[in-house]
């Protein structure tokens, strides 16, 4: 199986990396932005038959020094690396666009992959900017060091009056991301997992509509229609934590193996019970002061090949 390497560049607290005070006053790190996009091909790799390996603290805390990462993605014997960054230099002039570097003597299959991940993620970003040369060789720890094929993305100006809204913006983020696992899953081959016991979101079917039967079954509330939306998402992951299970919102092998095991329970709960000798379940259906109507109950119950019969109830 395939072996891809993500890594957010920097940390949330590491000086200097965020956007420009003047076209963000919130100061966005660089960090919160790069990871942003890593989670979001993460999510989307969750379908796939891969391996995804982290070399940035997913909680930010700790700016993970460069050569600690390349020497796990050495160990981990990767098929691929790729650092995600967002540029700075622009100065608050409208320099706008995307660069993706490689190592100067980076291998041949390093520098047929440069174009191809740049291309993927501006098809779908349309961050081109003003960019004379989008693809660049610099000297860089990550490109340099790392064994495998590797790249570094800069998406875009952190101090471009034309980039910072748009970086800033959750679609761009989603973009990327959509760019990134596009390149990742046509260059590295990755099959999806088989959808009979992988659902995520996103996918619709008979497949997605038994796991929403079987949820509703046990008390969850939401929409049965065949479609995997953010509502189910929501119920998977509180089923998820309701059952000890890893909380992804995801229904992957274990969480479908234990809504069954679950419904499998609620099945051998439904016992009978039984009244003594000379007392009966009587089923109703209803009360009627006009004949006519009660007859029209009876010929449907008829209907439904149910016999009845009709007597006078005085309260
Ligand atoms: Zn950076």
Do not use: C
Request: charged share 25%; aromatic share 8%.
């Amino acid at each position: 199986m395939a072996k891809i390497g993500l890594s957010a560049g920097h940390g949330l607290y590491t000086p200097g990396k965020r956007t420009m005070r003047t076209l963000d006053h919130k100061q966005t790190r660089e960090w919160w932005l790069n990871q942003r996009i890593l989670v979001k091909v993460l999510e989307i790799l969750k379908g796939y038959n891969v391996t995804v390996f982290r070399y940035d603290d997913p909680s930010g805390k700790r700016d993970i020094p460069l050569k600690e990462r390349t020497t796990n993605a050495n160990n981990d014997k990767l098929d691929f690396y790729l650092s995600i960054h967002h540029n700075g230099g622009a100065n608050g002039s409208a320099a706008s666009g995307t660069v993706m570097y490689k190592y100067p003597k980076s291998s041949t299959e390093t520098n047929r992959l440069q174009p191809l991940l740049y291309k993927s993620i501006v098809k779908n970003t349309g961050l081109v900017g003003n960019r004379s040369t989008p693809l660049k060789s610099a000297n860089f720890h990550e490109v340099r060091e790392t064994r495998m094929p590797s790249l570094l993305l800069e998406n875009g100006f952190m101090d471009s009056t034309v980039d910072v809204p748009i970086i800033l913006s959750e679609s761009h983020a989603t973009k990327t991301a959509k760019g990134i696992a596009d390149f990742l899953i046509k260059e590295f081959k990755l099959s999806k997992k088989e959808p009979k016991d992988y659902f995520i979101k996103g996918d619709k079917g008979q497949g997605v509509l038994q796991v929403q039967e079987n949820l509703y079954e046990l008390g969850y509330k939401l929409l049965v229609d065949g479609l995997y939306g953010d509502g189910m998402t929501s119920v998977v992951s509180q089923f998820q934590k309701d059952n000890s299970l890893e909380i992804d919102g995801v229904a992957g092998p274990n969480t479908q193996a234990k809504i069954n095991e679950k419904i499998k329970e609620k099945k051998n709960e439904k016992k009978d019970y039984i009244l003594p000798d000379g007392q009966y379940f009587r089923v109703i259906t209803g009360s009627y002061n006009s004949r006519n109507n009660a007859q029209e109950m009876q010929d449907k119950l008829k209907g439904l090949g149910i016999d009845s019969f009709l007597s006078v109830y005085k309260k």
